[in-house]
């Protein structure tokens, strides 16, 4: 799993719906948030490299 504000974000699930397993988050927000670090919404988590988990980071 990728380590995302303190929260353990599921590996299995499209970068969409994982980013909403953060407090605050919602689906809005997320794709949001995708659009700004410039990764596909659909992409799943564990597909992420460690550069896009640092940009997501940031954005957060």
Do not use: H
Request: proline share 2%.
């Amino acid at each position: 799993m990728a380590r995302i504000a303190g929260v353990d974000i599921p590996r299995e699930k499209r970068l969409e719906i994982s980013l909403t397993y953060i407090f605050g988050v919602g689906r809005t927000t997320a794709q949001k948030v995708c659009d700004v670090a410039e990764i596909d919404r659909n992409t799943r988590v564990r597909d992420l490299t460690d550069e896009e988990v640092a940009r997501l980071r940031n954005w957060i």
